[in-house]
């Protein structure tokens, strides 16, 4: 156990708090105009899923675990959860609906992505920061509509509805961050 200081805590962390291990869900430092600087924390524990939100001052000691952080390769989902390659070794490992959370529709097959392990358990994996997808359905282009800053619904091929510029048409491929879902411009290849 390492002890460092809240505000470099970030997404995927592992910190002990009480003897209890947690995985951090969602980091944020908070500076108000007036009084001190605090981080907030939405973590899990890593024993039963509990999800529990914590606040620290920012220059506030914490208890970071040693998690074991590999790239692996994702394969594929089935009903045992999501199955990870290690490109080194081989070696598979199978992460739980509930590890992978909001990432799960980002996951795209050969995908390589961050797997943090403790004790050969899987408890937080990281997505590159953006994906390519096709959009399977949007509004049409209306004409004369100018490019500023009026963006249209869309559907993407894995699911999830975004907000495209009004030039994008069905069958275009975009990138998109994995965090959010949020466009980032239409796809180079």
Partial sequence: MVKIIASSLRKGNVVDKDGKLYVILFAENIHPGKGTPVTQLDMRRIGDGVKVSERYRTTEQVER???????????????EG????????????????????DAAPYLQEGMPVQVSQ??????????????????VETEPTTKGQTASSSYKPAMLSN???????????????????????????????
């Fill in 82 to 101: 999501f199955h990870f390659m290690n490109p080194e070794t081989y070696d598979q490992v199978a992460v739980s609906e509930a590890v992978v959370g």
């Fill in 159 to 189: 699911g999830v509805r975004t907000a495209v510029p009004p030039h994008i048409a069905p069958g275009t491929r975009v990138v998109v961050m994995t965090a959010d879902g949020s466009y980032v411009e239409r796809a180079k290849d």
């Fill in 65 to 79: 675990a040693y998690v074991e952080e590999r790239e692996h390769t994702f394969l594929y989902a089935d009903g």
């Fill in 118 to 135: 403790f004790n050969g358990i899987a408890i937080s994996l990281v997505l590159p920061q953006r994906a390519t997808f096709e959009v």
